[in-house]
């Protein structure tokens, strides 16, 4: 068994900061790729931010300069640093993990439940 929990988030004014955690645990031999994504009232989840286990880290185009992505290796961890927020990052932000289970071979994508962040203007 394997859980994505995720915690930060809220309202926020636009012009504001907040920051996201997202903690995995379970029976978890590695983790590869740890990302995040939104998805908007209307819209189709995208990728937000993502970063290797090695620390290599790619942005969608209209956060870059904004968001900043990190993880914590050692606690199974990934952070999204979000400043500078803007009204149209309203969305429910979701934790993907790309990982490999204990016993089980092969690499699997789990999600965590979603935290809402709303930018009020």
């Known amino acids: 068994q394997v859980q994505l929990v995720e915690s930060g988030g809220g309202l926020v004014q636009a012009g504001g900061s907040a920051r996201l955690s997202c903690a995995a645990s379970g029976s978890i031999f590695i983790i590869n790729t740890m990302s995040w994504y939104r998805q908007a009232p209307g819209k189709q989840r995208e990728l937000v931010a993502a970063?290797?286990?090695?620390?290599?880290?790619n942005y969608a185009e209209s956060v870059k300069g904004r968001f900043t992505i990190s993880r914590d290796n050692a606690k199974n961890t990934v952070y999204l640093q979000m400043n500078s927020l803007k009204p149209e990052d309203t969305a429910v932000y979701y934790c993907n993990a790309n990982l490999m289970r204990t016993g089980f071979p092969g690499w699997y994508d789990f999600w965590g439940q979603g935290t809402q962040v709303t930018v009020s203007s």
């Open positions: 970063i290797s286990r090695g620390g290599s880290t």
